[in-house]
């Protein structure tokens, strides 16, 4: 008899085996970028463990020219979700997207219900500006309230035991985006008459929900710096605007900055849309925000 249940239990490690490692396999949830893995680790909340959570584009490298390697295709594969801004950002995914299968739930959150939409500003291409949407969404807080409730709803659908978990985490998190955003507009109220200037025109959601006077970016395509003219351009905008603040992005050369801004009065202030160097944790978005409010008012004041 001990013989038979050692020959038995022998021919079915395996299928236990293969059974427990299917039942330990965790739903893969992808972020394109660091704003959106903000959202999805707080709206995750405690049952982050339940998931495994990918952010895939690196902290240092652009949304707008990140190139996939074989294993971010990988792993785009063997996603359950993806969440990205749209098509018109991360534009190093428009066609891995369009080649997954169906069992991959793709979220582009610029169609999440209750997004605030803007046109680019465009700068000197009016046509661009009357037919280009500014997919920089995360920086209006409103956005990031829209964005949160949509991803509530599909890691509902992805881990069901949780829904309601998902749910309290997502309006959790929507009240601490909200104080943070009244505190940030009783911060900014004071220095809404002064201009400021952009080296990335990535802050229109920012400065429009805020009311802050943008008068202009240094250059409007991020893979390219501006020429002779463009460069003259903008020292007749600090001249005549009376822009007091530039904002750098880390990407941009100092010494483009100091020839732009060489003989005047403007003050130089350093701001990271993405959030590149904060840890990531329920947190990480409310201190994108106020680093960003905070960039502003130095430069600003």
């Not at 085996?17 to 909340?45: N, R």
């Amino acid at each position: 008899m001990f013989r038979i249940l050692t020959i038995f239990l022998l021919l079915c490690a395996p299928v236990l085996q293969s059974c427990q490692q299917h039942t330990q396999e965790k739903p893969l949830v992808i972020s394109s970028i660091k704003p959106v893995q903000a959202l999805v680790v707080a709206v995750a909340g405690k049952h982050a463990e339940a998931l495994e959570l990918h952010q895939l584009l690196p902290d240092g490298a652009s949304p707008h020219h990140y190139a996939l390697k074989p294993s971010d295709l990988r792993t785009l594969g063997n996603a359950s979700a993806i969440f990205y801004i749209g098509n018109g950002l991360e534009t190093f995914l428009s066609k891995p997207l369009e080649n997954l299968s169906g069992n991959t739930q793709v979220v582009a959150l610029v169609n999440a219900a209750d997004i605030q939409h803007l046109h680019s500003r465009g700068g000197h291409d009016e046509h661009e500006a009357e037919n280009t949407e500014d997919l920089h969404l995360w920086l209006n807080p409103q956005n990031a309230i829209a964005m949160s409730m949509g991803i509530a709803r599909t890691l509902a659908t992805i881990d069901p035991p949780h829904q309601a978990d998902y749910a309290v985490n997502a309006r959790q998190l929507v009240q601490r985006i909200q104080a943070a955003d009244s505190h940030i507009r009783q911060q900014l109220e004071p220095l809404r008459a002064k201009p400021y200037l952009a080296f990335h025109d990535a802050w229109q959601h920012f400065d429009t929900h805020y009311g802050l006077a943008f008068a202009g970016a240094v250059t409007l395509d991020v893979s390219r710096l501006p020429g002779a003219r463009h460069v003259h351009d903008i020292r007749q905008i600090i001249e005549q605007q009376k822009a007091v603040c530039l904002l750098q992005e880390p990407q941009f050369p100092p010494a483009l900055v100091k020839t732009l801004v060489e003989g005047t009065n403007i003050h130089v202030g350093e701001i990271d849309p993405l959030g590149m160097k904060l840890p990531l944790d329920e947190n990480t978005y409310i201190t994108l925000l106020q680093n960003a409010a905070d960039s502003f008012q130095r430069c600003l004041q």
